[in-house]
């Protein structure tokens, strides 16, 4: 299995819980590698950019002013297998219904307030880290 690129967001309950040093810690115990981070707030209108697929469904506006009620933390993550690997390690979208153990059945509140956003593929990683990282960003960080 190949290297992979996922993007992740520590999402902004995430930093109001103060969970970023806890959650990046199980993403590297997980054995993610991290190539690129940084803190910064998204606008209702760039919240809507980044979630642009999910335009016409009921929850759009309540999902784009969570998004933009606070800073959040993008991080691009390198892993094998990195898209289902971090998908796993982070269960499923909806608390409730999410793995024991997993950084939203332990920490999320709601399924609009779920701590973390990961890639659900590939190109979508690709699409995604381009969203919010120059590619100077990650290149300065090959190792
Ligand atoms: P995921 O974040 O697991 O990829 P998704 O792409 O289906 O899930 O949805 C993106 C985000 O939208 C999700 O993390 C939280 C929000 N969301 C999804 N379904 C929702 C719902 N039924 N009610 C409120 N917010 C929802
Ligand atoms: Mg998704």
Known sequence: M???RTLAILK???????????????IQDAGFTVKAMKMTRLTK??????????KERPFFDE????????????????????????????????PAEA???TVRKEFADSVGENIVHGSDSVE?????????????ELVANES
């Open 124 to 136: 979508n990683g690709k699409i995604e880290a381009a969203y919010f990282f120059a590619e100077s």
């Open 99 to 101: 793995a024991e153990g």
């Open 63 to 94: 999902l784009t002013d969570f998004m933009s009620s606070g800073p959040c933390v993008p991080v691009v993550l390198e892993k094998e297998n990195a898209i289902e690997d971090f998908r796993a390690l982070i269960g499923a979208t909806n």
């Open 2 to 4: 190949a290297r992979q």
């Open 45 to 54: 209108q760039t919240a809507g950019g980044f979630y642009a697929v999910h």
């Open 12 to 26: 902004p309950d995430c930093v109001r819980k103060g969970l970023i040093g806890e959650v990046l810690r199980r």
